[in-house]
């Protein structure tokens, strides 16, 4: 491959019978013969992101405070970058944020984001990491660093020089915007909160207070909703309608709502009905006015008992987006019906249909919703509710962990609500891989709900069926908090089982994140435990663990032993499985100290051992070792095959990590055959695929191809063996 340079143009040539692996951009023409080898097919790229929520009607109102916004952005050469608009809630903050945000489509072609901050919900904020884990996937980021500090770095990183908006809702305080603000010059961020945020002025932000809708903006909105027609024969009950609303926007697309449902409804009865209830009804208060409470008692007061009844029942649950599937678990009603109710409360502005199956409430409605079930429902009949919903997703979890990891699903689960069906198919690993991507958050919600109640038993239980969520998709950024709630779960259970799961997991957990320390010190309370109950099995899986966390920290004799130790274990007790996976590493630690010699044999047995199990994934990676040892033997027509092989079976299995793993190897064996120009190929295919997963692989295979692209065009020497990644995740143990 040549380039060729006038005045004018640089062309690239490919002529000739080429061989190409990695990412490769044709820049111009191509001749004869060429074969792409190693990358695999090129993954499709995310969607540019469009996330703000549907509007529900035209926006109606608020010219004066739209104009403002524009004002304070001002022009392209002074644009701001950072707007809050604050006001009390209800007021309308979120529409009129979405409106404008929307006009400003086409100056942010590269994705209009947003995020709700959860700032007054009754769970607490949104946790940080789970909000930049978000906004990370929407540009394709499939691992999300655990700590927030380094998730909002990489989100500074991915946002940089993006053309985007972004809109934080409900937020709490000017810390929990600050992690959130994107690197990009370019990114306009427009915050949404009931209090000031005045400490976001160092960051440049400019303020927008919202008030009160005037009365005849309130009467507009009620007119557009209910029609002119109907408006103009009551024009004075109109007014008063609007005037009982309070100036809150919620208030009055409730009352018009009610309204435009009910066409005998008169407007001088809703407005004498408003009137008595601004008396009556004062528990619920936005800023001393009774409104939002007046109009959501007389919205519930129209609904049917059944979709009365779901409303009621969604307040107890502990996150406040839901979807059909929630709604029928709350009611014991069939799919179908528990979705014909949303819709009713979807029509009667009581909830915000999402557009992708799911609901959510309005922070005010959901709070109405819990005032009003406390008041009908006794203590003990509410924590049933809510037990019923978690025992849901403890099932719902559990299946899919049987589907994905069959050898870690093997502690007891109890729940006496099991799923007639799980909302994906009994042998489609990829839909339950889905569904845990989609419920993590609320399966998290539920680990904190149960923890709240009493509830260990089900807690630890909960944590132990989101390992699939951490194993295969890497979810760092819920880890700590599942992990920690779970540990503390199982010791207040008195559960030694569970207890040893908790430690044994959550060790791999704090190796994953590069903590071999305290993992080691997770794994030998287990391995204590196993000492003293006698359970040897359980004994060769803390040493498993604490070996490779001397693995992680270079120490490899100790890793060695220990891993003697734990495959003499597992062969005691005939568990194949643990053996295959102990020789893995082994083999992986012989390449370490470069006896590749040492390494063939035991990989060679592992694959084996695993194929004949049914284990593809774990197969996989005994045959991306065993390619690392015929690199290093000089075989390098055997390590070309079992590469392509272990790509194959990655793809296969949905382990994105591994199969960027496979393209740096591909690598290391192009350098081997001293093929300077592929190796940089499949080490700029590895290291898109490592940027896209936010791994902290990403330093190595710079540094790699930093060396590469420095070396003299002279034949570059063979590379040294590597360690295993730190960020190779802990196989499922049984």
Same mark, same amino acid.
């Given at each position: 491959?040549?380039?060729i340079?006038?005045?004018?143009?640089?062309r690239?040539?490919?002529?000739g019978?080429?061989?190409?692996?990695?990412?490769?951009?044709?820049?111009?023409?191509?001749?004869?013969?060429v074969?792409?080898?190693?990358?695999?097919?090129?993954?499709?790229?995310?969607?540019?992101?469009?996330?703000?929520?549907?509007?529900?009607?035209?926006?109606?109102?608020?010219?004066?405070?739209?104009?403002?916004?524009?004002?304070?952005?001002?022009?392209? @050469?002074d644009?701001?970058? $950072?707007?809050?608009?604050?006001?009390?809630?209800?007021?309308?903050?979120?529409?009129?944020?979405?409106?404008?945000?929307?006009?400003?489509?086409?100056?942010?072609?590269?994705?209009?984001?947003?995020?709700?901050l959860?700032?007054?919900?009754?769970?607490?904020?949104?946790?940080?990491?789970?909000?930049?884990?978000?906004?990370?996937?929407?540009?394709?980021?499939?691992?999300?660093?655990?700590?927030?500090?380094?998730a909002?770095?990489?989100?500074?990183?991915?946002?940089?020089?993006?053309?985007?908006?972004?809109?934080?809702?409900?937020? $709490?305080?000017?810390?929990?915007?600050?992690?959130?603000?994107?690197?990009?010059? /370019?990114?306009?961020?427009?915050?949404?909160?009931?209090?000031?945020?005045?400490?976001?002025?160092?960051?440049?932000?400019?303020?927008?207070?919202?008030?009160?809708?005037?009365?005849?903006?309130?009467?507009?909105?009620?007119?557009?909703?209910?029609?002119?027609?109907?408006? #103009?024969?009551?024009?004075?009950?109109?007014?008063?309608?609007?005037?009982?609303?309070g100036?809150?926007a919620?208030?009055?697309?409730?009352?018009?709502?009610?309204?435009?449902?009910?066409?005998?409804?008169t407007?001088?009865?809703?407005?004498?009905?408003?009137? /008595?209830?601004?008396?009556?009804?004062?528990?619920?208060?936005?800023?001393?006015?009774?409104?939002?409470?007046?109009?959501?008692?007389?919205?519930? #007061?129209?609904?049917?008992?059944?979709?009365r009844?779901?409303?009621?029942?969604?307040?107890?649950?502990?996150?406040?987006?839901?979807?059909?599937? &929630?709604?029928?678990?709350?009611?014991?009603?069939?799919?179908?019906?528990?979705?014909?109710?949303?819709?009713?409360? @979807?029509?009667?502005?009581?909830?915000?249909?999402?557009?992708?199956?799911?609901?959510?409430?309005?922070?005010?409605?959901? $709070?109405?919703?819990?005032?009003?079930?406390?008041?009908?429902?006794?203590?003990?009949?509410?924590?049933?509710?809510?037990?019923?919903?978690?025992?849901?997703?403890?099932?719902?979890?559990?299946?899919?962990?049987?589907?994905?990891?069959?050898?870690h699903?093997?502690?007891?689960?109890d729940?006496?609500?099991?799923?007639?069906?799980?909302?994906?198919?009994?042998?489609?690993?990829?839909?339950?891989?889905?569904?845990?991507?989609?419920?993590?958050?609320?399966?998290?919600?539920?680990?904190?709900?149960?923890?709240?109640?009493?509830?260990?038993?089900?807690?630890?239980?909960?944590?132990?069926?989101?390992?699939?969520?951490?194993?295969?998709?890497?979810?760092?950024?819920?880890?700590?908090?599942?992990?920690?709630?779970?540990?503390?779960?199982?010791?207040?259970?008195?559960?030694?089982?569970?207890?040893?799961?908790?430690?044994?997991?959550?060790?791999?957990?704090?190796?994953?994140?590069?903590?071999?320390?305290?993992?080691i010190?997770?794994?030998?309370?287990?391995?204590?435990?196993?000492?003293?109950?006698?359970?040897?099995?359980?004994?060769?899986?803390?040493?498993?663990?604490i070996?490779?966390?001397?693995?992680?920290?270079?120490?490899?004799?100790?890793?060695?032993?220990?891993?003697?130790?734990?495959?003499?274990?597992?062969?005691?007790?005939?568990?194949?499985?643990?053996?295959?996976?102990?020789?893995?590493?082994?083999?992986?630690?012989?390449?370490?100290?470069?006896?590749?010699?040492?390494?063939?044999?035991?990989?060679?047995?592992?694959?084996?051992?695993?194929?004949?199990?049914?284990?593809?994934?774990?197969?996989?990676?005994?045959?991306?070792?065993?390619?690392?040892?015929?690199?290093?033997?000089? &075989?390098?027509?055997?390590?070309?095959?079992?590469?392509?092989?272990a790509?194959?079976?990655?793809?296969?299995?949905?382990?994105?990590?591994?199969?960027?793993?496979?393209?740096?190897?591909?690598?290391?064996?192009?350098?081997?055959?001293?093929?300077?120009?592929?190796?940089?190929?499949?080490?700029?295919?590895?290291?898109?695929?490592?940027?896209?997963?936010?791994?902290?692989?990403?330093?190595?295979?710079?540094?790699?191809?930093?060396?590469?692209?420095?070396?003299?065009?002279?034949?570059?020497?063979?590379?040294?063996?590597?360690?295993?990644? @730190?960020?190779?995740?802990?196989?499922?143990?049984?």
């Amino acid at each position: 491959m040549g380039t060729i340079e006038d005045e004018s143009a640089t062309r690239n040539l490919i002529t000739g019978a080429a061989r190409i692996s990695g990412g490769v951009i044709q820049a111009g023409a191509i001749h004869g013969t060429v074969h792409l080898h190693g990358a695999g097919p090129a993954a499709a790229p995310p969607p540019v992101p469009q996330q703000l929520p549907p509007p529900t009607g035209p926006f109606v109102g608020r010219r004066a405070e739209l104009a403002a916004l524009g004002e304070l952005r001002g022009g392209p @050469a002074d644009c701001r970058r $950072l707007i809050v608009v604050n006001g009390p809630a209800g007021v309308g903050k979120t529409a009129l944020v979405l409106a404008w945000v929307r006009s400003l489509a086409a100056d942010c072609p590269d994705g209009l984001l947003y995020a709700d901050l959860r700032g007054h919900a009754p769970g607490g904020p949104a946790p940080t990491g789970e909000t930049l884990g978000a906004l990370l996937r929407a540009f394709g980021v499939e691992r999300v660093p655990g700590a927030p500090a380094e998730a909002a770095a990489l989100w500074r990183s991915v946002s940089a020089g993006r053309r985007i908006a972004l809109v934080l809702d409900n937020a $709490l305080t000017a810390a929990q915007v600050r992690q959130l603000l994107p690197g990009s010059q /370019s990114a306009l961020v427009v915050v949404a909160s009931r209090n000031r945020l005045s400490g976001l002025g160092v960051d440049g932000a400019v303020f927008q207070p919202l008030g009160l809708l005037d009365e005849s903006a309130a009467a507009e909105i009620l007119t557009r909703r209910i029609g002119p027609a109907r408006a #103009g024969r009551e024009p004075e009950a109109v007014r008063e309608v609007a005037a009982h609303c309070g100036g809150l926007a919620l208030a009055v697309s409730l009352v018009a709502a009610r309204v435009a449902a009910r066409p005998r409804l008169t407007l001088a009865a809703t407005a004498a009905s408003l009137a /008595s209830d601004s008396e009556r009804l004062t528990a619920l208060r936005v800023d001393g006015e009774p409104a939002v409470r007046s109009a959501l008692d007389a919205s519930c #007061g129209g609904l049917v008992p059944g979709v009365r009844r779901l409303y009621q029942l969604l307040g107890l649950l502990p996150f406040t987006d839901f979807s059909t599937d &929630d709604a029928a678990v709350l009611t014991g009603a069939a799919f179908a019906d528990a979705d014909a109710l949303l819709d009713e409360l @979807a029509e009667a502005n009581l909830i915000e249909d999402l557009g992708t199956g799911r609901f959510r409430f309005h922070d005010l409605v959901r $709070l109405h919703a819990r005032d009003q079930v406390r008041g009908e429902l006794a203590k003990d009949e509410q924590d049933a509710v809510l037990r019923r919903i978690l025992e849901w997703y403890l099932a719902t979890a559990t299946a899919a962990e049987r589907l994905l990891t069959p050898n870690h699903a093997t502690l007891r689960r109890d729940h006496t609500c099991p799923p007639a069906a799980p909302p994906f198919g009994a042998a489609d690993s990829q839909a339950a891989l889905r569904w845990l991507d989609l419920e993590r958050g609320h399966l998290l919600e539920g680990v904190r709900a149960a923890a709240a109640h009493g509830w260990f038993p089900l807690g630890w239980q909960l944590v132990d069926a989101m390992y699939p969520l951490f194993h295969r998709l890497r979810a760092f950024e819920l880890q700590d908090e599942a992990h920690r709630l779970g540990l503390a779960a199982a010791r207040r259970a008195d559960d030694p089982a569970a207890l040893a799961r908790m430690l044994t997991d959550g060790g791999g957990r704090l190796r994953n994140l590069g903590r071999p320390e305290e993992a080691i010190r997770r794994y030998q309370e287990a391995l204590e435990l196993a000492q003293a109950d006698g359970d040897a099995k359980a004994e060769a899986q803390a040493l498993h663990g604490i070996g490779q966390a001397h693995l992680l920290a270079g120490r490899l004799a100790e890793a060695t032993r220990c891993f003697r130790e734990d495959l003499a274990l597992r062969l005691s007790v005939g568990y194949a499985r643990g053996a295959a996976l102990t020789r893995v590493v082994l083999g992986d630690v012989a390449l370490a100290q470069r006896r590749p010699d040492l390494a063939l044999p035991e990989l060679t047995v592992a694959y084996q051992t695993l194929m004949d199990i049914g284990e593809p994934y774990e197969a996989a990676r005994a045959l991306a070792h065993l390619g690392r040892a015929h690199t290093a033997l000089g &075989d390098h027509q055997a390590a070309e095959r079992v590469l392509d092989q272990a790509a194959d079976l990655f793809r296969s299995t949905g382990s994105p990590t591994w199969e960027a793993r496979t393209l740096e190897l591909h690598g290391e064996l192009a350098e081997a055959r001293e093929a300077s120009q592929q190796a940089l190929d499949c080490y700029e295919a590895s290291l898109a695929r490592y940027q896209a997963l936010g791994a902290p692989d990403v330093q190595r295979l710079t540094a790699k191809l930093d060396r590469l692209r420095e070396a003299p065009p002279a034949p570059a020497p063979a590379p040294e063996p590597a360690p295993a990644p @730190a960020s190779e995740p802990a196989s499922a143990p049984d």
